[in-house]
Structures are given as structure tokens and as C-alpha cells.
């Protein structure tokens, strides 16, 4: 049997089936190696090599200054040119991590065998011989699994880039793409995040840093390990010595640096950055966002915002720290919670507030702390936090009267007592012995039987109507409404206030002035939205009423924090001092703060707003000066002054008595001249259902008393040929201009 098998290998057929044998073997290989040609091939060259030169970017929230309040990012990565990189920062790269980038192809064969060679001795893929090409390919297309396929598709679309770019593009392309650890991207990003400082400004020792830890950027991480970060430099620095980037001299000099690491930068979440990225998705899509690069230019001062995030924290901390505190404190909570985070949305157990201001000039929002700590709760109180008000209303209730009834600041209002909870009836604020104040005495007071006299008399309709008209936001049209028994955010009650700065024209707040892309072009820009909703003679009456509030009535804690200049505003304390609130205004800005619990609780006993919200707001304010300095504020035409007066006893031979000046000067409109309405509250109206509304005259004497002698000089204005003062009609003179009808049309 071996004799003719030895036979068979000896004839001539067998050595020509072996021949054909390894021929065929041959055909099939390259068959094999052809095919193979033509499916990676043909998947590099279908591959979009916009992929290779555009990548994600990172989109940066600045404030009015140009400060940074948040990036966006999927990748934290800033685009940079190539002379917008340090030479030494490219030969580190191509020394460390592809020694013949500028002398292959796209693949090195040496790097190949020598990984072939490892990985056979491993018995699997254990090292890779990937060439900076192979990287950025890698990278572009984004595989990260470890099979021949990816390797195959990797080294075929290196191929095709080297035909598409330039050396110097590839080089930049993959430094604005490779990872540098924790989640920069990119040296642009890199640079800045651990040296504070641009890519061209990199000295040898830094790029000697980076280039070393791009291998590993989480274990070689200079902040987490300082050693292995060291070691990844001195390795760095010396394949740039043997490659002949830098002379040993050089080399021993930058081994010798130590490295000026910049802190650790990570921009803390706020509510203000929240609130600018909520409102970007609604003008933008979620991918351009995260990855488009952009530059969100917001109406935030971030000086002003660090100020009021420091002053509330620093107020609520004293709140808790009265004797007799009754809650939780926030110190508390974090101690006996560690480090537990507060899902979402939710609610803290211990005292919370907000802050929101607004530019008079254009209704950009220059602060919003919409509590004390974002990552603590993400809930924003300032633009979500609905709550009553209390008696900020009533600055409309009196707004509202100016119009409909023909008020002034000398009008009298009967304030005596009645149970509030039966003025929805008009017999309940009827009086047999009323006591009159003022409507200034009454505001800077906030005198609640008064304000719900007003409101009735004036009608609860229009009054309902006209806060529509300056916040936007409808509340019930009840009584109850006049003393803050509705629900609005700081954000929408500061809105409303903003009329009486701004001369009766609502300004709607906005936060983002405008959005760029990376190279500069403008794709939305914010355009003002403006409405008048009081005449200009009206809201200066109610905002000059409001100065005496801050300076004679319950806001007088501002002044005690500093605040200088015009000032006008409002306190606001609702039932069993569960909320606090202030809202004011100077020329620039109008603001407001709140205090609260999430969850409605007696804050303190004797928490007025006097005592909590107005000091915050005057802290804060006070600082706010230095850049937003009050000017005085200037009435517009159609108003003049008048001096209220007095009858005093003359005793003496004689006797008799005289008129002296009493109180300070007020202002009326040119409209009122001839009377306005001189009481509110008076019995003699009480049969009447029209309104409750008492004489007119410049002194309202007791024959001009009720509605009949309120009539009676609006018919004498009438026969004179003056401009009467109905809200429904506008004068025909233009000295003498009237209020913007303020009540809703009749219901056909």
C-alpha cells in the first residue's frame, strides 16, 4: 500500500492537481481579497465625510457680558484652527501617538506587524496599531467595538481620507476630536479646562501633558493622579527627544516644570441656566442644542445673579436662626441627609425664596434665583412657584379706581372695620361710622378694609381686567382678589409692577436676547413686545404712592438696607404668614422677592413681609445701585401739584380759624382740575347700587357728599366744555389726557 501510494505522489498528475490546487487557492484569495476591496471600498466611499471635518460642539449660555453661565453638550468641545494650536502640542501628538503620521498613507505596515505579532502571541486582539488617520476614522464614524470588520472599515475610510485631506487637516480634525478625559473633547476644551488657556498658548510642558494622557485621559488624569499624569508627560517629552522635536536640554527643562493646573471648573447648575436652556428648546431642536455649538446670548448680569443667590441664602439663614424658629433648617436637612439628592423637581422641607428683576428699559431679565440651591431642588420658584400674594394687589386696586372712579391721593376711603370675609356683599363695607384715611395713608398703610372698599366701588370687573392687561395671567374677579387671594409666580407679579415705572406700558420680561451659531450668524434674535395698559399720568400717581410706601409705610426696611434714590414698591403677607413677598421698582429695574415654605406653612409668627421679604430685597438692591443706579423719577405732562390743607383753630381775641398745608404735595392730572372724587365708603351712597362712591370736589365738603354730588360735577365739567373724566372716552384736548380704557367689553 505505501509502495503505490509513494507511486501516486511521484506521477505527473499528482504534482498538476497540486498545482492547480494552490492556483486555485490563489484565484480564491484574491477573489476573496477583490470582493473584500469592493465592500469596504465601496462603504468608504459612501461614507458622508462631513462626518470627518464637522462634529458635535458644544453650545455655551453667556450672560449680558459675555460671561459664561452654562455650556450644553453631548461633547464638551471647542473648535480651533490649526494656527490656533501650539506647535509643540502637534509634534507631542504625532511623537506619542503616530511617529510616522507624515510618512504613510493612512496605515503604518511596521505599527501593523508589530501588533500582529503581539495580538498572535495573546491569542486575540490585544494592541492595536491604529495610525492617528485610523483614529480620527475611528472616531468619525463612530466604532468602538474591537472586530475585524470595524478594523477593515477603519483602515479603508483612512485610505480615503489621506486622498481628501491635507496632513496638517487630519492632524487638526483628530485634535478637535479626541477625548482628553472626563468629558472634554477636543484641545480647545482640554486647554481651557486644565490650563485655562487657549491651545496657542500651550508651553512645551503642557503639551507634553496632554499629548501623554490621550491614551488613558481618565487613569493619567492630572486631577485624579498626579503621578501617572507626570509619568504620561515625562514619557511624552521623551519620544519627542528621540524623534527630534526637542533637544534633551529641552526635554530635562520640561521634565523639571511643575504644572500649573487650573482648579477643577465645573460651572454650577442655576435656575437662570435652566430657565435659558428651557426656553432655547422651544426655538431651536434638541440636537442643534446639544451638539450645534452654539452661543445663547441671555439678558442675565451674572454679578447681579451671584448677589442675590449670596443675599437670599444669607437672609433665609438668619430667618432660621431667630429664636423660636419652629423648622427645619436648611443645615439641618443637608446634615441629616449627607449627600442624598433631591430628584427632579421636588420640594424641600426647609425655607425657600426666589428673586426676580427685570430691565424697565427692555424687560430683559437681569436676575432669577428661583431658590437657594439648584442641585439641592431644580424647582424654580421664580417662574413656576405659584403662590397668593397678599397685598401687592393692591397697588391695582387703587390703579384701577384712579381710572374708573376719578381717585386721587387726596381721596378719602373709609377703613373701618368689617368682616372680610362678607365684602363680596356691598351691604358688609357699608359703614353707620366710617373712619377716613387718605388713599396714600391707606396704600403706605395697606389698609385691607380700605382696599376692599376701593374694589367694590370701583368695580371688581375692570379691576380683574386691568391686572390681565399687565401680567397676562386672568384672576378671579372677586373681592377677594384686591387683598392678594390669588395665586400668581414672582415672575408674573413682577411683570405686572413694571407698568408703573415705565409710565403705564407694559414690557413683556424675556430672557434670550439672541442666538448665533459657532462662526457668528445671527438665527433668532428677540424683538420687544410692548403694550400700554394705564395712561402715563396714572401710573406715575400710583408709583409716586408707592415711594410713600418705601418711605413712610410698610417698606420702610429697604431703606434701612442702604437703597438710595427713587424707589417705589409694594409688601405683601398672606394669612398665618405663609408667604412673604416684596415687589419693587426704581427707575432701571423692577424686582421682586418671595419667602416660603414648598408646602404652605406658617413661616414665623409675625412674618410680615416688612420684616422678611423687603430687607432682601433692599440687600440686595443696595448692591444693585452700583451698576444700576436710580434716577429721579419725572412726571409727564398732564399732571400738576397740589397742596392738601388743613382748617385750624386761631384762638385768641379774635378767634376764627385758617387753612394751613397738611401733608406733602400730590400730584393730580389735568383731567381732575376741576374735581375728582373726594370719598370712597360714605353712608350717603348707601341706597344707591351704582357704587359707593362720596363727593367730589378739591376739598370734598359734606354738601357734595355721595354719588349725587359726584354726578352732579361731572355734568358741570360737561356744561363747561371740559373733557370729562370717563375711562370710556378720550379727551379732545391733548394737555389733558386720560386713562386707556381699562374695563372689558360688554357680552353681546
Known sequence: MTYWLQRIRDSWLYERLRASWFLSSLAGIAVLVVLMCVYYGGWALAFDMRNVSQMPLTTVIYDRNGAVLQRIFGEDRIMVTSDQIAPTMKEAVVATEDQRFYHHLGIDPIGIFRAAVGDLLHKHIASGASTITQQLARNSAQMSQRTIDRKLKEIFLAF???????????????LNRVFFGRHYYGIGAAADAYFGKQPKDLTLSESAMLAGIISGPNSFSPWRSPAKAREAKARALTRMAERGYITPAERDMAMDQPLALRPLQEIPGTHAAEEAQAQATK?????????????????????????????????????????GYAHPTRAEFLHNLGDLEVEGKGSVPYLQGAFIAVSNADGGILALVGGRSYEESHFDRATEGARQVGSTMKPFVYANAFDTLNISALTQVDHSTFDLRESDHLSAVQSDNPDYITVRQALERSDNYAAERTVIASGVDSFAFLFQQASGVTIPAYPSSALGACELTPLQLVSAFTIFPNQGVKITPYLIERITTSDGRLIYQHI???????SPQIAFQIANLLQGVVDNGTGRAVRD??????????????????????????????AGTWIGFDRPQTIMDGGFASRLAAPLWGRIMAQADEHYLPQPFVAPPGLFQVQPTAIQQVFGFFGGSKQVASGQPEYLRDD???????????????????????????????????????????????????????SASLPDEPDAPRAVPVAPPPVP
Do not use: C
Open 283 to 323: 426655538l431651536l431642536s434638541s440636537e442643534a442644542l446639544t451638539k450645534g455649538g452654539l452661543k445663547i446670548y441671555t439678558t442675565i448680569d451674572l454679578a447681579f445673579q451671584q448677589t442675590a443667590e449670596a443675599e437670599l441664602e444669607q437672609q433665609l439663614e438668619s430667618v432660621e436662626e431667630t429664636p
Open 672 to 726: 381732575q382740575r376741576s374735581s375728582y372724587l373726594a370719598k370712597i365708603g360714605d353712608p350717603a351712597s348707601a341706597s344707591n347700587s351704582a357704587a359707593m362712591a362720596g363727593g367730589a370736589g378739591a376739598t370734598g365738603g359734606a354738601d357734595d357728599g355721595g354719588v349725587f354730588g359726584w354726578v352732579r360735577h361731572r355734568f358741570q365739567q360737561w356744561t363747561d366744555d371740559a373733557p370729562a373724566p370717563d
Open 561 to 590: 438696607q442702604g437703597v438710595t434714590g427713587d424707589i417705589g414698591g409694594k409688601t405683601g403677607t398672606t394669612n398665618d404668614f405663609k408667604d412673604s413677598w416684596f415687589v419693587g421698582f426704581s427707575s432701571e429695574i423692577t
Open 528 to 534: 420687544d413686545e410692548r403694550k400700554r395698559v394705564l
Open 160 to 174: 480615503r481620507i489621506e486622498a481628501t485631506y491635507s496632513k496638517d487637516q487630519i492632524l487638526t480634525f483628530y
